[in-house]
């Protein structure tokens, strides 16, 4: 079995228990939540990304454009909303960044 298959396999067992729950356009997509006002911070400075990102996989990521409407389903306090998705972000290891801005 090679590399990526191994790791996709990990990744299916990772999403499946622990991801936050996102529909792009309507499709429901498993990926990994972040947002910059919700990371931890050391002293005053923030550890944190600049815009919210969703994590998704690649396989998930067919299709998906820029502008294109994304909704997070998590508490508003928790980052949960509707986004605008502005740039895509290939990470090289099967997974690819979504960089979000919050609807207004």
Request: aromatic residues 6%.
């Amino acid at each position: 079995m090679a590399f990526r298959d191994l790791v996709e396999e990990i990744d299916s067992v990772v999403f499946d228990t622990l991801a936050d729950v996102g529909y792009i356009e309507g499709r429901r997509v498993l990926g990994m939540f972040s947002a910059p006002w919700l990371q931890p911070k050391i002293g005053r400075l923030n550890t944190g990304l600049r815009e919210p990102c969703f994590h998704i996989r690649v396989a998930d990521a067919a299709g998906v454009e820029k502008t294109q409407t994304v909704q997070i389903e998590l508490p508003a306090l928790d980052g949960g909303g509707e986004y605008t998705l502005i740039h895509l972000e290939p990470a090289g290891d099967g997974l690819v960044g979504l960089v979000l801005r919050l609807k207004a």
